[in-house]
C-alpha cells in the first residue's frame, strides 16, 4: 500500500489533477467519519477520485486506505467503506482504465478482503442502503463489476420492479 508520507501522490492524478491533497483526506479516515450529508472528508474524496463515473491512478492507491479504515471497525463503518471501491472497481472496468503497475498488487489484495470485511460487518443492523452497498463490494471483489453496479441500483422498488418484468418476459 502507498504510504500516505510518500511523495509519489504528487505524481498521480485525480479529477482536478496532482493527488498530493488526498493522503490528508485518507487520514481523516481513521476515525470512520460518517460519509452521510456530504460529511467530509467523503465528499471531497468522491469528488476528486470518482468524479462522475470517472477513476484516476489517484483512486486505485486510495482503495486500499479506505479499505484498511473498514477493516479497523466493520461494525462502526457506514455504507460509503463498502461502495467507494466497489464504485471505483466499477468505474475501472466499465472504462478499462489500467492500474498502475505499482499500485495494482496492493489495489487488488485490498478488494480480495471485502468480502471477508463485509461478513465482519453483518453481526449489525444493515438498512438496505448498507446492504446495497455491501453486496457491491462482495460482487466487485469477486471479479463482477455489472453485478456490482446493478446491486447499487437495486433499491427495493427497483427490485419489484424488475422481478416483475423478470417473471413476465
Same mark, same amino acid.
Given at each position: 500500500?502507498?504510504?500516505?508520507?510518500?511523495?509519489?501522490?504528487?505524481?498521480?492524478?485525480?479529477?482536478?489533477?496532482?493527488? !498530493?491533497?488526498?493522503?490528508?483526506?485518507?487520514?481523516?479516515?481513521?476515525?470512520?467519519?460518517?460519509?452521510?450529508?456530504?460529511?467530509?472528508?467523503?465528499?471531497?474524496? /468522491?469528488?476528486?477520485?470518482?468524479?462522475?463515473?470517472?477513476?484516476?491512478?489517484?483512486?486505485? *492507491?486510495?482503495?486500499?486506505?479506505?479499505?484498511?479504515?473498514?477493516? !479497523?471497525?466493520?461494525?462502526?463503518?457506514?455504507?460509503?467503506?463498502?461502495?467507494?471501491?466497489? /464504485?471505483?472497481?466499477?468505474?475501472?472496468?466499465?472504462?478499462?482504465?489500467?492500474?498502475?503497475?505499482?499500485?495494482?498488487?496492493?489495489?487488488?489484495?485490498?478488494? !480480495?478482503?471485502?468480502?471477508?470485511?463485509?461478513?465482519?460487518?453483518?453481526?449489525?443492523?444493515?438498512?438496505?442502503?448498507?446492504?446495497?452497498?455491501?453486496?457491491? *463490494?462482495?460482487?466487485?471483489?469477486?471479479?463482477?463489476?455489472?453485478?456490482?453496479?446493478?446491486?447499487?441500483?437495486? !433499491?427495493?422498488?427497483?427490485?419489484?420492479?424488475?422481478?416483475? /418484468?423478470?417473471?413476465?418476459?
Amino acid at each position: 500500500m502507498l504510504g500516505l508520507e510518500d511523495t509519489r501522490w504528487s505524481e498521480l492524478q485525480h479529477a482536478y489533477g496532482a493527488a !498530493s491533497d488526498i493522503p490528508a483526506l485518507l487520514r481523516q479516515l481513521s476515525d470512520l467519519p460518517s460519509s452521510e450529508n456530504d460529511n467530509e472528508p467523503w465528499f471531497s474524496l /468522491w469528488s476528486a477520485l470518482a468524479h462522475q463515473g470517472d477513476v484516476y491512478s489517484a483512486s486505485f *492507491a486510495a482503495v486500499p486506505h479506505v479499505i484498511e479504515a473498514l477493516a !479497523s471497525s466493520p461494525l462502526k463503518a457506514d455504507c460509503s467503506y463498502f461502495q467507494f471501491p466497489a /464504485w471505483v472497481e466499477v468505474c475501472r472496468a466499465k472504462k478499462g482504465v489500467s492500474v498502475p503497475d505499482d499500485i495494482a498488487p496492493a489495489y487488488f489484495e485490498s478488494l !480480495s478482503r471485502l468480502p471477508a470485511l463485509v461478513g465482519s460487518a453483518a453481526a449489525r443492523q444493515w438498512d438496505e442502503g448498507v446492504l446495497r452497498c455491501a453486496l457491491s *463490494a462482495v460482487a466487485a471483489a469477486k471479479g463482477q463489476p455489472a453485478v456490482a453496479e446493478a446491486v447499487l441500483e437495486l !433499491s427495493p422498488e427497483v427490485a419489484s420492479a424488475f422481478m416483475e /418484468w423478470f417473471h413476465e418476459r
